[in-house]
């Protein structure tokens, strides 16, 4: 089963910045786009942000907007999500996930691969 590997989590405090990074185990990810999901305890997954097999497209959900970008280095095969600012309401498991060359939803189901995720608490 191919799969991503998240690392970069922790706890940090309000203000405070991290940056998550997505590997894949076992495959390039130059033909795949990768979005990053968060789930709080309680809550659905959300969609966080989204970048394009390219890295010419992205996009961020309204809540981490201007505090969090997306980025990738193909020559390393991993995305990046440095995140600023953040808010006590950041905290939650953070997922990335792979689909094929484009971006188009935040819908789960639409992504073929996924990590198993990393925490991040936002706490003073």
């Known amino acids: 089963q191919l799969q991503l590997v998240e690392s970069g989590g922790g706890l940090v405090q309000p203000g405070g910045s991290l940056r998550l990074s997505c590997t894949p185990s076992e495959f390039t990810l130059d033909y795949y786009a990768i979005g990053w999901f968060r789930q709080a305890p309680g809550k659905e997954r959300e969609g966080v942000s989204c970048?394009?097999?390219?890295?010419?497209?992205?996009n961020y959900a309204d809540s981490v907007k201007d505090r969090f970008t997306i980025s990738r280095d193909n020559a390393k095969n991993t995305v990046y999500l440095q995140m600023n600012s953040l808010k006590p309401e950041d905290t939650a498991v953070y997922y990335c996930a792979a689909r094929r060359y484009y971006c188009g939803t935040y819908d789960p189901h639409a992504y073929d691969y996924w990590g198993q995720g990393t925490q991040v608490t936002v706490s003073s």
């Open positions: 970048i394009t097999f390219s890295g010419g497209t992205t």
